[in-house]
């Protein structure tokens, strides 16, 4: 599947969690479990090549775009969890579809953004607003990023909250990928690449959660653009040998997305020169034209 397209479901095996913070927490935050540095964030997969981020502490947690319920149902109980609240980054059937089911088990507030229309949502949710994800103590901002879906948001968590230097999170859904971004079905390019440029200025050490794993199809196109990107040539060999041992390749960083990802690197001259040369752009191409030429060209790619 390519870029969020919905798809029919098969529940994976789960994988291990990500150790996203530090277990230094004091024993009275342990003890109420309400410390955002005792969170760990366990990828569920689903469906073909989805990543259902259930993040815990232990007792209680948060899912990100149950698109299926099962898993996620299996998942609470073979970790003993209490479901304290269901956030959502938009409204595709694949983020959103287990949603009923797990209300029906767990009468939880369903977090989701304002302008895209989903009926479940009960905290609406837009640029500049701030949640404290209950059970867990976890305050998250809330960052429009529209493009993919015209009401599509991301939901980012800084370092003062999340326990210190390298406990930056961000849930981007079908936004920012690992090596790639998702497609327009609603909207343009000009919104697309304003949205990744937002993401983008974040701290480079900002862990990236996204919804699918997609990473080395869109690495793969990162190269044919960039051959030369060292970097990038670097990632290709990891991520690869993570895929051949079965291992996630999320999350991934925004540093990492900055120096290998060309939806976030396409006013970089030697992208719009390999564009050019293959007739995809005119030479003298302005930066967004770039990136709709990219995002076009990957498409069929």
Aim: aromatic share 6%; hydrophobic share 40%; with cysteine.
């Amino acid at each position: 599947m390519t870029e969020s397209t919905p798809v029919s479901s098969s529940v994976h095996a789960s994988v291990p969690a990500v150790p996203t913070a530090s277990p230094a927490a004091s024993a009275s935050e342990a003890a109420s479990g309400s410390s955002p540095a005792s969170l760990h964030i366990l990828p569920v997969p689903a469906f073909s090549d989805n990543y259902l981020w259930l993040i815990h502490d232990g007792r209680h947690a948060a899912v990100v775009d149950p698109g299926d319920a099962a898993p996620i149902l299996a998942a609470l109980r073979e970790h003993a969890l209490t479901l304290t609240a269901i956030l959502l980054t938009h409204h595709h059937r694949d983020h959103i579809g287990g949603v009923p089911a797990l209300l029906q088990c767990h009468d939880v507030p369903v977090y989701g953004p304002r302008h895209d229309g989903i009926a479940a949502v009960t905290v609406p949710l837009g640029e500049g607003d701030r949640i404290t994800v209950p059970g867990l103590g976890l305050e998250l901002a809330i960052m429009d990023v529209p493009g993919h879906t015209n009401g599509h948001i991301a939901y980012y968590s800084d370092s003062e909250e999340a326990g210190g230097e390298g406990m930056r999170r961000l849930f981007s859904g079908d936004t920012l990928f690992a090596g790639g971004c998702g497609r327009l079905f609603e909207g343009t390019p000009a919104q697309m690449a304003a949205s990744l440029d937002k993401l983008a200025a974040l701290p480079p050490d900002t862990q990236v959660f996204c919804a699918h794993e997609y990473t080395l199809s869109n690495l793969r196109f990162a190269l044919a653009v960039e051959p030369g990107n060292e970097a990038l040539q670097a990632r290709m060999a990891v991520d690869s040998a993570k895929r051949r041992d079965g291992v996630p390749t999320v999350p991934s960083t925004i540093g990492i997305e900055r120096a290998t990802n060309p939806f976030l690197r396409y006013r970089e001259p030697r992208i719009a020169q390999r564009l050019a040369a293959d007739g995809k752009v005119a030479p003298d191409a302005a930066p967004l034209a770039v990136f709709a030429a990219l995002r076009e060209y990957k498409n069929h790619f």
